[in-house]
């Protein structure tokens, strides 16, 4: 039976490949992002709704796209309704869209701080809390959220890639996940936490150079890590309350890489 998954940032990079590997069991896709035909990414990176959703339609999903700045609480909000008024509250949610800013500390103005809190923890809490009391009364649903090692500042000694306002925010979503993980224990909703390091078109773009090329070269591909999370969607609820880096996916038998 196919499910409805819903995808966030999925125009691009890990949200594509995750879009795509859902699109391969024929899951219905509400995929959510701020780059259309209209509106493409600001410094040419590739990817708008309407061609991605061409290419999983043509894989054979249904598709739902939703033009949405999640950075604002009032458009995750939006999202919800949208979602639950067009198909009800998905099987699956993929909180994966997310925004850095690479800089030191003081070069990295406070209203990037907001846009990284907003889209990076924010706005999986609004799409939390809009869709798990559907969850909740039919007692099955997973949430997935993709967050960074990047989060654990406290183990970086050093940092060729300053980007504090993107670790921040993603330890606050881990810390989130964690004691939501805690309140879910005894439902049948599973949440799980994965921290990719993927090689994708933003990576290209932030991380030019000779000394990022072996990093670049240890990066899993967009294609082989969108089918790891497909696989931890596959799971019976009781596969839950993970923190999943790429070697826990390949022990696991979830991330397979030539």
Known sequence: MSR???VTGATRGVGRGIADAFARRNDRLVI???????????VGLPGTLEGVAAELEAAGSEVLTI?????????AERVVEEVRATWGTPDVVVNNAAATFIGPFLDIPVSRWKTA????LLAPVALTHGFLPD????????IINITSAAARTREITSSDVPQLAYAAS??????FSYGLMQDLASTGIALDLVAPVVLTESVEYHLTGE??????????????FGEAVARIADQP????????????????????ID
Not at 117 to 120: A, D, E, Q, R, T
């Open 211 to 224: 000394k990022f090329d072996d990093l670049k070269r240890r990066m899993a591909p967009m294609g082989a």
């Open 135 to 142: 969850m909740l009364a039919r007692d099955s649903g997973r």
């Open 237 to 256: 609820p009781e596969f839950r309350g993970h923190y999943l880096e790429n070697h826990d996916l390949e022990a696991l038998g979830f991330l397979e």
């Open 170 to 175: 993603k330890a606050a979503l881990d810390s």
């Open 32 to 42: 959510v992002g701020r780059s259309t035909d209209a509106t493409p990414n600001k």
């Open 67 to 75: 033009a949405a700045d999640l950075a604002r609480t009032e458009e």
């Open 4 to 6: 409805t998954v819903l």
């Open 117 to 120: 809190l907003g889209l990076n």
